[in-house]
């Protein structure tokens, strides 16, 4: 249930940055933003799963948190920090 959840956040992150993008630039560079983002979280997670593997037993901790889902709420956890510094507006920087 849990990586639903994480899945369903990922598709609305994605459809957020198309949307951010696509306003400020064009639609290519909305999809180049998705293809951004589809290869942090395809990288991330595989990252994410071959560290908890070493850390880890499979079955987790119980039925709801077992090692994917794990994986996922720390790939999760180090995407919404990256993503806060990637797409916050500097109020300080020139604009070009």
């Known amino acids: ?24 630039e064009d639609i290519g560079a909305g999809f180049l933003n998705v293809g951004f983002m589809v290869l942090i979280f395809s990288v991330g997670w595989s990252i994410s799963t071959f560290v908890l593997k070493y850390v880890m037993r499979e079955a987790g901790f119980g039925i709801w948190l077992n090692r994917d889902a794990v994986s996922l709420l720390l790939l999760t956890m180090g995407e919404i920090i990256f993503y806060y510094f990637y797409f916050r507006n500097d109020a300080n920087a020139p604009s070009a």
Do not use: V
């Open 1 to 24: 249930m849990i990586p639903l959840i994480i899945f369903y956040i990922h598709i609305i992150a994605f459809t957020a940055g198309f949307t951010s993008e696509y306003q400020k």
